[in-house]
């Protein structure tokens, strides 16, 4: 059986963590690669990070939260079923050296996507400090990971109901006023986030590096969904990407892109969920 979800587990409110039977993809995956993930025939492609493998296994990991009706339509699916389609690895692997100190900065589910940079980033024999952050305690991911593979972690929380109360530029404006000399900021999360974390290092030329997520069809460069904007030049995230210098990202233009479908994403979640209830309650 193809692309079979070995495991499942929710590890915070709408977001789940899954184990996928992909050994081709496991042998291959570096940090920074994602596939191109279709639940089931009808379903819309979406592009998900490779959070972690297992080549013994012949298994990836993903990491999936609820936002709308196709990651909803993926969270549904348990353990033993199988997922249409897993294409992959995809996108240029991060770029990793032995750069001397990074920090990887993590927004929510962006954690997922941080972590295998984290990871990555030591066994390259840097010193790695991770910030990590999220709306609430609940929708905190991936803490233990990322304490285990780092040499200092901050955390903070929107609503201060954990650790620190505010933004994940918060820790890293303290770390750079601190003067400590760091040599790369990888930055995986919002656009927002992503975006401020930009306008933050810039002034102080740090190498800041970030994964963008636009509209992404194929992932091959053909459909042309996610062309950004970067130097000024029209590239697309998937063959070119998914990361790029975060001081030369157009992030208005991308911010207005990724909004031109929001009323008909809003409308297909609607239609979807009242299909859900009609199913549990028979009458389809």
């Given at each position: ?241 998914p990361e790029f210098d975060a001081h030369q990202v157009d992030f208005d233009t991308l911010i207005r892109r990724n909004r031109a479908y929001a009323q008909e994403e809003k409308v297909s979640l609607e239609r979807f969920e009242n299909e859900q209830v009609a199913r549990f309650e028979g009458l389809v």
């Amino acid at each position: 059986m193809a692309n079979r979800i070995l495991d499942k587990t929710a590890i915070a409110d709408d977001i789940c963590r899954f184990i996928i039977e992909a050994p081709k993809i496991a042998k291959k995956r570096k940090a920074g690669n994602f596939v191109i993930v279709r639940a089931n025939e009808y379903a819309e492609r979406i592009p998900l990070t490779i959070v972690d493998s297992d080549i013994e296994r012949g298994s990836i990991t993903l990491i999936v939260q609820s936002v709308g009706k196709s990651t909803r339509l993926l969270n549904s699916f348990c353990a033993g079923d199988e997922l249409a389609d897993v294409i992959g690895p995809l996108g240029h692997p991060t770029l990793i050296e032995s750069f001397g100190t990074v920090v990887c900065v993590g927004g929510g589910v962006g954690t997922a996507e941080i972590l295998p940079i984290a990871r990555a980033s030591r066994a390259s024999d840097n010193q790695v400090i991770s910030i990590i952050g999220a709306r609430t305690k609940n929708r905190l991911i991936l803490e233990d990971e990322m304490r285990e593979t780092s040499d200092e972690l901050h955390i903070v929380t929107d609503d201060g109901s954990y650790e620190r109360q505010g933004l994940v530029v918060d820790p890293l404006s303290d770390l750079i006023v601190q003067g400590i000399d760091i040599d790369v900021v990888y930055a995986i999360g919002p656009m927002p986030m992503m975006r401020a974390v930009a306008e933050l290092t810039e002034p102080y030329n740090i190498k800041t590096l970030v994964s963008l997520n636009p509209v992404m069809i194929d992932g091959t460069g053909m459909c042309g969904g996610c062309r950004v904007v970067i130097d000024g030049k029209t590239r697309f995230a998937c063959v070119d990407g998914p990361e790029f210098d975060a001081h030369q990202v157009d992030f208005d233009t991308l911010i207005r892109r990724n909004r031109a479908y929001a009323q008909e994403e809003k409308v297909s979640l609607e239609r979807f969920e009242n299909e859900q209830v009609a199913r549990f309650e028979g009458l389809v």
